[in-house]
T-cell receptor
Framework: AQRVTQPEKLLSVFKGAPVELKCNYS??????LFWYVQYSRQRLQLLLR??SRESIKGFTADLNKGETSFHLKKPFAQEEDSAMYYC???????????FGRGTSLIVHP | DVKVTQSSRYLVKRTGEKVFLECVQD?????MFWYRQDPGLGLRLIYF???????EKGDIPEGYSVSREKKERFSLILESASTNQTSMYLC????????????FGPGTRLTVT
């Protein structure tokens, strides 16, 4: 069965430091990977999708099929990046994405 | 912009009450979902629906039921609320073909006392 693992419940960094939120998945087929973000008192929203190879709010994520990872990175964290981040996996055979348990990112001033 | 709305932001109910949580989306999405969001457990799928009157159980359907009589509306029903159903409930919708790009509602914080 497919699974998404976000090994860190909490990640704490200082403003201006690089940040990497880890996401590993288990799936033998061709995955679709996504990052969702939930800022304080806001709704959960899609941040980026691997297929678009886009950079959103300075964040990027590269799908590494060899390591089955889709880590989210930003070179210089900002305080407004503080949020809960969820990695999600789509497997093509189901309507439903599999979500990781989330990582809470706190960026200190 | 897709709008997914939920009937209440905060709800307090007593043990044993029947509870209705309503979700409405305005973008003609085929798929709709109900999740529980609990700290440390992430999002857990309760039920989803891929068409009117169609429903499928998710990972934790026990104690819940759903109704989808119209395409835009998906209701979650707690038949007899219990304290362990105190949680944040999130509704989401997605288009057929882009299932994994979900649009979420603001959530309903339900407290069962």
């Amino acid at each position: 069965a497919q699974r998404v693992t976000q090994p860190e419940k909490l990640l704490s960094v200082f403003k201006g430091a690089p940040v990497e939120l880890k996401c590993n998945y288990s799936y033998s087929g061709s995955p679709e990977l996504f990052w969702y973000v939930q800022y304080s008192r806001q709704r959960l929203q899609l941040l980026l999708r691997h297929i678009s190879r886009e950079s959103i709010k300075g964040f990027t994520a590269d799908l590494n099929k060899g390591e089955t990872s889709f880590h989210l990175k930003k070179p210089f964290a900002q305080e407004e990046d503080s949020a809960m981040y969820y990695c999600a996996l789509g497997t093509g055979g189901s309507y439903i994405p599999t979500f990781g348990r989330g990582t809470s990112l706190i960026v200190h001033p | 912009d897709v709008k997914v709305t939920q009937s209440s932001r905060y709800l307090v109910k007593r043990t044993g009450e029947k509870v209705f949580l309503e979700c409405v989306q305005d973008m003609d999405h085929e798929n709709m979902f109900w999740y529980r969001q609990d700290p440390g457990l992430g999002l857990r799928l309760i039920y989803f629906s891929y068409d009117v009157k169609m429903k499928e159980k998710g990972d934790i359907p026990e104690g819940y039921s759903v109704s989808r009589e119209k395409k835009e509306r998906f209701s979650l029903i707690l038949e007899s609320a219990s304290t362990n159903q105190t949680s944040m409930y999130l509704c989401a919708s997605s288009l057929q073909g882009t299932y994994y790009e979900q649009y979420f509602g603001p959530g309903t914080r339900l407290t069962v006392t």
